[in-house]
Nanobody
């Protein structure tokens, strides 16, 4: 499966963006699709994940209540709606797939098929 992330850009603090992760090559059915981000000078970190079949989700504490992950099965695409954005949300956002058990879902070592990343900049 190949993943294409898009939707990044420059937004003011408090603003919103919606990222998309479109999959091609095979259906995402049976996969978990996660979003990660890497800020300048920092390690890549878990943001959110969705079970493509079933829809269970999990969020990092830093984005809970502000970000929402969703899917469109017909389009084989996962979205990350980001609201109330803060400067500390500035990062390159990546999507990737996993089939790992839910207890390990935040560990990026279990992920593959990484997309190319999309840059989100939150600044006034």
């Amino acid at each position: 499966v190949q993943l294409q992330a898009s939707g990044g850009g420059l937004v003011q603090p408090g603003g919103s963006l919606r990222l998309s992760c479109a999959a091609s090559g095979r259906s995402l059915s049976g996969y978990r699709l996660g979003w990660f981000r890497q800020a300048p000078g920092k390690e890549r970190e878990f943001v959110a994940v969705i079970m493509f079949s079933g829809g269970s989700t999990r969020y990092a504490d830093s984005v809970k209540g502000r970000f929402a992950i969703s899917k469109d099965s017909a389009k084989n695409t996962v979205f990350l709606q980001m609201n109330s954005l803060k400067p500390e949300d500035t990062a390159v956002y990546y999507c990737a797939t996993t089939r790992v058990v839910w207890s390990e879902i935040e560990n990026q070592e279990h992920y593959a098929n990484w997309g190319q990343g999309t840059l989100v900049t939150v600044s006034s």
